[in-house]
C-alpha cells in the first residue's frame, strides 16, 4: 500500500509562485514513477508533470512547460512541483499520484495510488 500526502496549495496572484510536496510513504518509493495531476472546476483531471523513477526523464503538459518544474527527493521522500509565473487557469485542486509503469505517463489510467489533493487558486 502507498499513501500520497500533498501540501504546499494555497492561493496567489497572476504571476506568483507555489511549490506543492507529496510526501510518501508505504512501500518503496525510489523506483517509482510520480505525477501531478489537476482537475478544475467542472472539467476533467489533467496531466501535469511526471517524473520516471530514476528521476532523469521528465514529462509536462504543454500548458505549464517553461512555468513548472517536478523535483524528487528520494532521502526524503517526497516529490515536488514548483510553479511559476501562475495564471487564473492554473487554479485546480492538484493530486499527486503513483505510476504502475517505471516511465512517465501523461494517462491518469497509469497511475493506481492517488492523494487526496491540494487546492491552488490563482487570482486575476
Known amino acids: 500500500q502507498v499513501q500520497l500526502v500533498e501540501s504546499g496549495g494555497g492561493m496567489v496572484q497572476a504571476g506568483g509562485s507555489l511549490r506543492l510536496s507529496c510526501a510518501v510513504s508505504?512501500?518503496?518509493?525510489?523506483?517509482?514513477?510520480m505525477g501531478w495531476f489537476r482537475q478544475a472546476p467542472g472539467k476533467e483531471r489533467e496531466f501535469v508533470a511526471a517524473?520516471?523513477?530514476?528521476?532523469?526523464?521528465?514529462y509536462y503538459a504543454d500548458s505549464v512547460k517553461g512555468r513548472c518544474t517536478i523535483s524528487r527527493d528520494n532521502a526524503k521522500r517526497t516529490v515536488y512541483l514548483q510553479m511559476n509565473s501562475l495564471k487564473p487557469e492554473d487554479t485546480a485542486v492538484y493530486y499527486c499520484?503513483?505510476?504502475?509503469?517505471?516511465?512517465?505517463?501523461?494517462?491518469?489510467?497509469?497511475?493506481?495510488?492517488w492523494g487526496q489533493g491540494t487546492q491552488v487558486s490563482v487570482s486575476s
Open positions: 499520484a503513483r505510476g504502475i509503469y517505471s516511465s512517465g505517463s501523461s494517462n491518469s489510467a497509469d497511475y493506481n495510488f
Open positions: 517524473m520516471n523513477w530514476g528521476g532523469g526523464t521528465t
Open positions: 508505504g512501500r518503496t518509493f525510489s523506483s517509482d514513477t
